[in-house]
């Protein structure tokens, strides 16, 4: 935006400061929030590992337990740990404290996303995918209580933005630039093995300079540089290997584990079943190529959705252009491709998908960057030739993000069942798609159980335990209840049920002791089952 040199370092300041704030506001918001959420399917199995991780460095490697429990030793357990340390000194149970570690490492990603955005568009591009990605329900929901996929897409942007840095240098990066690469790459790979893409991003940047290095200086000097890079990056690289030992540590047991771990990941290793896609229940590995990108469109918000088609667009146009420096253009070309080549390859390939889009939340910070660079371009547009059509930009980006907030607010803490307005929001999705699939909402269920029976308007046949049947994740409810309640999936002499609004529970003939619902969409049902009787709590059959 052409502005006197006067003016131009108090407005990067003020929207400098004014990213900062909205950190802050994040991070106040985490700390009064992260008790609200339930527990899912998997937290038991992740507080276990973090503690046998825990075990296997306090034991001096004697104690590996680790390195084959379940199927969890084929990811890294650096969430894991830090929720396990935590909880050491924490005032909080343990998942409380797990929520918190998450509401934590979510906000180091908003802060690693709004670097990276500042560092390739400038202050008001960075303030913009930081406004993007925090408001982004896919997100921000996953982050409180997702130990895998929510780490993981910090542990990238991070990453991203270490390799950013390295390809502004070349082919003579700072030791701290290598230092944030290298244990931004480590952590990526180290917390899922779709931390590879990262390596597949910065060779694609890496061609790009060198063909058109090889062009303006010819090909012998351009490779000697590209070398010489290379050996720059091998203590980095060598960092990058010792952070995924430490977060991963069964990927150095043995020199092939990362390859098996892709193997074992690249095929569905679980048996099959049905979730629901389009209003029809689909085995995960028949689900249709567009799965994903689908998904994608319906839950991202709308303004995230159209600024990050925009700026990727834009990314990939400039990458090809050729009045660019041979850095910026790389740079561009690997942070579009990290926006867009998970989703092209899931069309492509087909794998199992299920559980929405959880598995691809590390791509929605490179969208908040892209919708930022956008954004910036289209408001610095705008303000050359029309200032009052550009502050009218900035009002509608804003009311861009206001409405997903507002509507994260209206469904929490079940941010991450979010739909947009194109999907006609949960109402829409109801019966389409699969919402509560964590089952986060057990747990206001099981409160609101207790609180009827605290308040006497419940007496259980005998004394405890009372019985309650669950269709849906039982830690959560073994959590909130407490041990005067015995739980199980046989409803056969149950005092009481709980279950899911998903399709796969069934409706049950009997008194509804509580719903829990958001924007008119039943979440949870608590049933009196005394004096009934039922067989299962299931609308199909068991898998």
């Not at 995230?304 to 088609?309: D, N, Y």
């Amino acid at each position: 935006m052409p502005i006197s040199s006067r003016w131009a370092q108090p407005r990067r300041r003020a929207l400098d400061c004014a990213a900062v704030a909205l950190l802050i506001a994040v991070a106040a918001i985490v700390a009064l929030t992260f008790r609200d959420y339930g527990l899912g399917w998997d937290d038991y199995t992740h507080a276990q590992y973090g503690d046998l991780l825990l075990r296997l460095y306090g034991s001096a490697f004697a104690d590996r337990r680790a390195l084959s429990f379940v199927n969890l030793y084929a990811y890294g357990g650096g969430f894991d740990m830090l929720a396990a340390l935590l909880a050491k000194i924490s005032p909080f149970d343990l998942f409380e404290t797990r929520r918190l570690a998450g509401g934590l490492v979510g906000l180091a990603g908003l802060a690693a996303t709004w670097r990276l955005g500042r560092r390739i568009g400038g202050p008001l591009a960075g303030l913009i995918a930081l406004a993007l990605i925090a408001t982004c329900p896919l997100y921000y929901g996953h982050m409180y209580m997702n130990p895998k996929d929510g780490p993981f897409a910090a542990a990238m942007a991070l990453c991203m933005l270490g390799l950013v840095r390295t390809f502004e240098e070349y082919p003579k990066p700072t030791g701290a630039t290598g230092a944030l690469a290298g244990a931004g790459l480590g952590l990526a790979v180290g917390t899922r093995i779709l931390g590879g893409f990262a390596v597949l991003y910065a060779i694609v940047a890496l061609l790009v300079i060198l063909a058109i290095e090889a062009r303006r200086l010819g090909v012998r000097l351009a490779a000697a540089r590209a070398g010489g890079f290379l050996l720059r990056l091998l203590p980095w690289l060598a960092l990058a290997y010792a952070v995924m030992a430490l977060v991963w540590p069964w990927s150095v047991a043995s020199p092939l584990n990362p390859l098996e771990a892709l193997a074992y990941f690249s095929t569905f290793f679980e048996q099959p079943w049905r979730e629901l896609f389009q209003g029809s229940p689909v085995l995960v590995p028949d689900m249709p190529r567009r799965y994903v990108a689908q998904l994608f469109a319906l839950t991202l918000p709308a303004v995230t959705l159209a600024l990050g088609l925009a700026g990727t667009a834009i990314a990939f146009v400039a990458a090809l252009g050729r009045r660019r420096p041979a850095q910026r253009r790389a740079v561009l070309a690997m942070l579009a491709l990290a926006a867009s080549l998970p989703i092209a390859l899931t069309v492509a390939l087909r794998p199992a998908m299920y559980n929405g889009i959880r598995h691809f939340v590390f791509v929605a910070p490179a969208i908040a960057v892209m919708g930022g660079l956008a954004g910036a371009r289209l408001i610095e547009w705008l303000a050359a030739r029309r200032p009052a059509a550009a502050a009218g930009a900035a009002v509608l980006l804003a009311i861009g993000c206001a409405l997903p907030t507002a509507e994260m607010v209206k469904l929490h803490p079940y941010e991450y069942t979010y739909f947009n307005r194109i999907a006609g929001g949960v109402r829409g999705a109801d019966g389409r798609y699969m919402l509560d699939y964590w089952g986060l909402s057990l747990k206001q269920a099981s409160e609101a159980l207790l609180a009827k029976i605290a308040a006497g308007e419940l007496a259980p046949l005998g004394g405890p335990p009372w019985r309650v049947a669950v269709c849906g994740p039982h830690p959560p409810a073994t959590v909130a209840l407490g041990p005067r309640f015995e739980i199980s999936w046989d409803p056969r002499g149950a005092d009481f049920a709980m279950t899911l609004g998903e399709y796969y529970c069934a409706r049950l003939a009997a008194p509804v002791i509580a719903e829990i619902a958001r924007d008119g969409v039943i979440y949870a049902r608590v049933y009196d089952l005394r004096g009934l009787s039922f067989d299962t709590l299931l609308s199909v059959p068991a898998p």
